[in-house]
């Protein structure tokens, strides 16, 4: 859709085409609105002998039929993160591009890094698989901006001369086996990130990645990890300091990671290569701190909401199944007080009870899945409320100086909200009044 609006506003012809049969009325109007029509149901080979290059969205797989018919008759074929690149070049070539991929983290990562730029004074603009067009922000963008880019692997199949000035990749474990097939070719396209990299752009890498034996960037390479490292590169000692080398060979000390509002080793790590891209964007040490320091996370992603009397409340609504609940267990010291409930998805919660030794204080069951939380944890400590607001209260109240009161459900929000971005909000917004009543 990006790339429908900015070339019907370049007054060039499009036609945008889509297996679904139908798509739907207000997607049809802003269409009509546009002047790009549609065809729909089907990806007629026959698009073809008037096309000059094909445009795919990412979730299209590059081996369908009509995509391998474009590719034989010498058609150009990418996707809007190459073709936001084109752009951009042509608009403003000193803009900087700041890459982020991998398997996990990605989000944050590009959130948290933008954050610091924009702490920093400088336009930046979080963009590309978190949500926001990559073109999107391209055409919005002043001159001089930072674009800080999540860059998913179905993206990068179809890049041609994409460049970032500083690419990350954070880390690699299977995903997306089914489009990709094996491993190898999900690392492939991983790397193609780097691909167009000169000397002068910088390669950040995690210290010590087995997935990147034989790999030799092109750019000046930097690494991240818990242990220090030796030329550019950032890490967290022992004590939890996070510290920074730059090109120049000094060290300096960033913060605690203590310091940080969203917890857990992986966003220590986030974090680490979050600052490597924004000092490479033009934020200074100070503005890293600070940035780092007042980063809340990604709505609904275990992000901080509020504090009172010592005790912290995180908002993990996005922990819609056991997997994403068990990571924000494990990310939070404890004592917790945790919220477990809605729309039970049939997998079973025995799985929490080893993350939740030693950091418990209580449980609190809530909506429909309360009979199956009593089956698999009721021996644990815990208060049940099916209702949600009340659920929320109850815990809040339980709470004791120390405490983190956690919401991360590991069921689906569809019981009693429309979908897990609602039942964050009221939330956070139940976590306001009780910080700020007495």
Same mark, same amino acid.
């Given at each position: ?77 990418? #996707?809007?993160?190459? +073709? =936001?690149?084109?752009? !951009?070049?042509?608009?403003?070539? $000193? *803009?900087?591009?700041? /890459?982020?991929? &991998? ?17 920093? #004074?400088?336009?930046? +603009? =979080?963009?590309?698989? !978190?949500?926001?067009?990559?073109? $999107? *922000?391209?055409?919005? /963008?002043?001159? &001089? ?22 690419? =990350?990749?954070?880390? !690699? ?266």
């Amino acid at each position: 859709m990006a790339v429908a609006k900015h070339v019907a506003n370049a007054n060039m012809p499009a036609v945008l085409t889509d297996r679904n049969p139908s798509p739907g009325a207000e997607l049809l109007a802003h269409l009509t609105r546009l002047g790009v029509p549609g065809v729909w149901g089907d990806h007629p080979i026959s698009l073809l002998d008037v096309a000059d290059e094909v445009v795919l969205s990412p979730v299209v797989n590059p081996n369908i039929q009509f995509v391998r018919e474009a590719t034989q008759r010498g058609i150009s074929v990418i #996707g809007e993160l190459e +073709f =936001a690149h084109r752009v !951009l070049r042509q608009k403003d070539p $000193d *803009a900087l591009v700041l /890459a982020i991929t &991998g398997t996990n983290g990605k989000s944050t990562t590009t959130d948290m890094a933008a954050h610091i730029l924009k702490t920093a #004074g400088l336009f930046a +603009f =979080a963009c590309g698989n !978190l949500g926001f067009p990559f073109l $999107d *922000a391209v055409d919005a /963008a002043p001159p &001089g901006a930072r674009f800080v880019a999540e860059c998913s692997s179905y993206q990068l199949e179809t890049i041609v001369d994409f460049r970032a000035e500083a690419a =990350a990749i954070l880390n !690699l474990t299977p995903d997306h086996l089914a489009r990709h097939g094996a491993m190898e070719a999900y690392l492939k396209a991983k790397l193609r990130v780097f691909e167009r990299q000169s000397s002068k752009d910088l390669c950040i890498v995690p210290a010590n990645a087995d997935f990147l034996s034989g790999f030799s960037p092109a750019g000046q390479s930097a690494r991240f990890g818990w242990e220090r490292v030796e030329g550019i590169g950032a890490w967290c000692d022992t004590d939890g300091n996070l510290y920074v080398r730059g090109a120049q060979g000094a060290v300096a000390s960033v913060l605690n990671r203590s310091e940080l509002l969203i917890p857990g080793n992986h966003n220590v790590e986030n974090a680490l290569a979050a600052i490597l891209l924004a000092m490479r964007g033009g934020a200074s040490i100070e503005a890293v701190r600070l940035g780092l320091k007042t980063y809340p996370g990604l709505a609904h992603r275990l992000a901080f909401c509020g504090e009172k009397n010592g005790i912290k409340v995180y908002n993990d609504s996005k922990g819609t199944n056991v997997d994403a609940t068990l990571t924000a267990i494990r990310a939070l010291p404890g004592p917790l007080v945790l919220l477990l409930g809605g729309e039970d998805k049939g997998s079973g919660y025995t799985p929490l009870r080893e993350a939740l030794e030693g950091k418990l204080r209580c449980l609190v069951f809530l909506g429909d899945a309360i009979p199956m939380l009593e089956r698999d944890l009721g021996d644990l400590p815990h208060l049940t409320q099916k209702g949600f607001g009340e659920a929320v209260n109850k815990a809040l109240s339980s709470a004791k100086p120390g405490d983190q009161v956690l919401l991360s459900p590991a069921c689906a929000s569809f019981d009693q909200f429309k979908n897990f971005e609602e039942r964050g909000e009221v939330f956070e917004s139940l976590a306001r009044q009780w910080a700020f009543n007495s």
